[in-house]
T-cell receptor, first 110, second 116 residues
């Protein structure tokens, strides 16, 4: 399968803790994107990391990419209840396809 | 800036009936995507348009699903006839251009389809 596989499938943490989600894939990519989806809503783009980048930051988000291991991680620091959502990695392959993984469901407990 | 609009938000039909979904992308966005998202799974691309031409429809069940994008703006996705396994959320997304490195997709709220 070319698609990203997020790990873990579900994560429950206390407010203020950090949350880490991982994405592994098998194909060559141009970039990797992370999206958030609140229950019953559409997806919202969070951050994009190019294949020649290793780390990017955006506010409380930190994304890393290791192309040799074909994996990426999304770190949310100082989590808030409002961060409760599903998080998806999306691969943009060398063939310009965008493929979504199955997602990680994050619950942040107040 | 207005976002991606979709209608209806919810639809309940019986199997073998037909249904159509409508999407209006963000103004100026050349690329439009239709995704199917089954509960608990990630979105699966059904079809991708660049202006009014189809870029990728490899995962579209063409025996029952069809889509068009007249004049390269609005798009409709049709299912005829519907099956139980078509119950899902149908998401429309748009991006500035296909083939660009920064092709962030903007998603609409989706249409939740229930087939009974």
């Amino acid at each position: 399968s070319q698609q990203g596989e997020e790990d873990p499938q579900a994560l429950s943490i206390q407010e203020g803790e950090n949350a880490t989600m991982n994405c592994s894939y098998k194909t060559s990519i141009n970039n990797l994107q992370w999206y958030r989806q609140n229950s019953g809503r559409g997806l919202v783009h969070l951050i994009l990391i190019r294949s020649n980048e290793r780390e990017k930051h955006s506010g409380r988000l930190r994304v890393t990419l290791d192309t040799s291991k074909k994996s990426s991680s999304l770190l949310i620091t100082a989590s808030r209840a409002a961060d409760t959502a599903s998080y998806f990695c999306a691969l943009k392959t060398s063939y310009d396809k965008v493929i979504f993984g199955p997602g990680t469901s994050l619950s942040v407990i107040p | 800036e207005a976002g991606v609009a979709q209608s209806p938000r919810y639809k309940i039909i019986e199997k073998r009936q037909s249904v159509a979904f409508w999407c209006n992308p963000i103004s100026g966005h050349a690329t439009l995507y239709w995704y199917q998202q089954i509960l608990g799974q990630g979105p699966k691309l059904l079809i991708q348009f660049q202006n009014n031409g189809v870029v990728d429809d490899s995962q579209l069940p063409k025996d029952r699903f069809s889509a068009e994008r007249l004049k390269g703006v609005d798009s409709t996705l049709k299912i005829q006839p519907a099956k139980l396994e078509d119950s899902a959320v149908y998401l429309c997304a748009s991006s500035l251009a296909w083939g660009k490195r920064r092709n962030e997709q903007f998603f609409g709220p989706g249409t939740r389809l229930t087939v009974l």
